[in-house]
Structures are given as C-alpha cells and as structure tokens.
Nanobody, 115 residues
Framework: QVQLVESGGGLVQPGGSLRLSCAASLTLFSVDSMGWYRQAPGQQRDLIARITRGGSTIYADSVKGRFTIDRDNVKNTGYLQMNNLRPEDTAAYYC?????????WGQGTQVTVSS
C-alpha cells in the first residue's frame, strides 16, 4: 500500500517557525496534486495548502503570507514551511497525495504553538 509519513511537528513559541515534511512511498512524478490539511481538537479537517505537479499553489486565507507549500518530485517528498506561527495554528497536520483517480493520507503530525 502507498504510505505517506509526516514529520517535523512539535512545540513552538508564537512567532516561531517549523517545516513539515511528507515522505511518500510512490513517485511524485505520477502525483497530480499534493496538499496539507489540519484538524484542531473537536474541529473538522480543513485544507491549508495545495500544489500541483506544475507548481500552481492555493492557500487558505488563514495562512496566506505565512505558510509555503513545496514538493520535490526527485526525493518523493512534500513540504510545508510555516512561519510566524500563532496559537490558533495548533492542530494535527496531515499530508495527502492524489495520483489520477486516487487519494492517499498520512497519519498526521502534531503542531502546538504555545508560550
């Protein structure tokens, strides 16, 4: 089965930065779209950012100007650079990848923003 493994989460102070990684067991050259989602306790899972194979990106309004999504198709890894973190960014963050006709999810990595 296809595996997506997120890493890079942790505890950070407000205003700090983290970079999340998503290591994929499939070649990303076959993946049309990769995305990052987050889910806070008791809340739904929401789209944060998405990037196509051609490099087009979309961001949620809540993270525009602070987060940057990227992908390395040679290393089969996706990334989410998170800057100027706020307490409301605290959530479990999930990677997904969409080859044609399919969608896969990682297990999530926890990000906690607190002083």
């Amino acid at each position: 089965q296809v595996q997506l493994v997120e890493s890079g989460g942790g505890l950070v102070q407000p205003g700090g930065s983290l970079r999340l990684s998503c290591a994929a067991s499939l070649t990303l050259f076959s993946v049309d779209s990769m995305g990052w989602y987050r889910q806070a306790p008791g809340q739904q899972r929401d789209l944060i950012a998405r990037i196509t194979r051609g490099g087009s990106t979309i961001y949620a309004d809540s993270v525009k100007g602070r987060f940057t999504i990227d992908r390395d198709n040679v290393k089969n890894t996706g990334y989410l650079q998170m800057n100027n973190l706020r307490p409301e960014d605290t959530a479990a963050y999930y990677c997904n990848a969409c080859p044609p006709g399919e969608r896969y999810w990682g297990q999530g990595t926890q990000v906690t923003v607190s002083s």
